[in-house]
């Protein structure tokens, strides 16, 4: 690899083997419970989030690093002169990137891109794996950051809701979306689009249809896929996530399925069993 660097923050979800193995920076956006401060994957997970939530019986607010956060993640990097590449989550839904930024502007021009991803979870590291590849290439961080500008738009996630109840209360569907998907039993295909979560289809009945829909609406669209990879993320959904890989090999061929635990903020917003799906078009 090259004299680069690259950092993403918490909220790409990627396993603890991927960072090690690519040498990845995470940096932590804070998970907060009344006066209490955590950092995702720091100090809690989705696991004791979600005691936390049963024990208060609130959910947490979130909360983005800040920009001195940034300024001292990036400083030793940039003193033993490497240059820097910053993936993040979507600036429509959090002021992550804007004190990417900040703390950037801190530094001698060119050194730092920051890199808004307009996406979530490991709809961001697809673009920090790219990024990885990239790297490995030897290209520049211009040439890095030019390439992954183009990718954003290609980026497919989706994931199953199991409750809306996490949605509504954090101010992502209103109220009668999250009666109607209770009394009705729908299991809602979320979808990120431009970088905001949106609602997609609504399947009633049991889970497993609308996994599977999620499934056939990649097998629908497979001639534009980049096979190199696929993600399937789940927040203490592992069953739910197996099946999904299930029928994903026996329906596509992907060089590598990739297999995420998704962390607290995504969790906080999503809710106990979800389950994603992430991937790239050519």
Known sequence: MNNIKIFTDSTSDLTPEIIKKYDISIIPLYVIFNEDSYKDG???DAKKLYKKVDKYGI????SAPSPSDFYNSFKPFIDKGKDIIYIGLSSKLSSTIQNAK???SEFPDGRIKIIDSLNLSTGIGLLVLKAIDYSKEGLSID????KLYKLIPR?????VIDTLDYLYKGGRCNAIQSFIGGVFKIKPIVKVVNGEILLGQKSRGKKKKALNTMVENMVKNKDKIDKERVVIGHSEGLKDCLYLKKQILRKMDFNEIIMIKAGCVISSHCGENTVGLYYLEK
């Open 59 to 62: 959910l947490p607010r979130t």
């Open 42 to 44: 720091i100090n809690i």
């Open 155 to 159: 980026v497919r996630t989706s994931f």
């Open 143 to 146: 040439e890095i950051s030019n």
């Open 102 to 104: 900040l703390a950037a």
